[in-house]
């Protein structure tokens, strides 16, 4: 009877920590998104891939805007010294401390199970600048060669432990005759200590460059471990199929995603929204297996003793 009671004890507990652990989740404050708005539009464009559209960078559109943050044959970054934003994204203020000028965005997760989604929308409906949020068709990948020049570089970090899935949802021109909508996507542990190689090339193995290989566009090492290390990729991610890590609580992990539909590493582009969803790791659930193993150890010992 003794065991019993206290068996009832530890279920009890088990479940009251587990309605404390949905309360906590269910009052927890908001996450939030970060853009860089290097090349923000003056409007809602789904993607620069017509050319000829002006950007409020450019204005007067002096140059073709068809990559993020970078000109096509600029001789260097024109973002390469600081960050503008209204979203408070500046080169002084930059997400979780970045110093990788080739980020195109950030995503911080500060509650168990919460959802968040990255656009051009997104940044209009929370800042009002609409940012420049496409990726060309072989950016990712162009049937043998990853290009940095289009590949699309995130920021994740969840104060919480918890399974990260990733989806990716092409968005066209209308009217537009392209309609590839396949993405891969690379993530990785940590994030660049230094301004990326955006001219290089990553992805390709036949110039020894895998695609589990670390740092994959440049990014240091720290204490003699490279601050950019594999975790995992898919080369098949849409809107339906993702791409799924446990992001560890607090850690910054830097996601590489663009085209992997045999394109070229400049056009055609198409504009896209990436949905991030969570789930928490079960807290309760192992609380409760916990106490369930050790008062059926207990039960056992008492038993023999009798």
Known sequence: MIVK????????????????????????????????????YGSNIVTDEARGVSSLADPLDTAPDSTDGWRKGAGSPPNSETWTTTSGWTSANTPFGTVAKVVNWAAEITSAGANLTISSQDSYTRYGVWADIDTAKGAWSDGTTGWGHNTDVGLFKSSITQDVTINVTSLQLPGSPETWTNFGVSIYKGMAANNWNHHGTWNNPGAGKPFNANNPLGGGSTAGQPNLQYLIHDATVDAINGITFTAQAGQVYSILLGGNSGGTNYDPHAGYSVSLTTVPVPGAVWLFGSALAGFVSVSRRKSKAV
């Not at 004890?9 to 920590?17: D, N, Q, S, V, Y």
């Not at 587990?18 to 404050?29: C, H, I, K, V």
């Open 5 to 40: 009671t206290q068996l009832s004890k530890a279920i009890t507990l088990a479940i009251a920590g587990g309605a404390l652990s949905m309360a906590a989740m269910s009052n927890a404050s908001a996450s939030t998104t970060y853009y860089n708005t290097f090349n923000a």
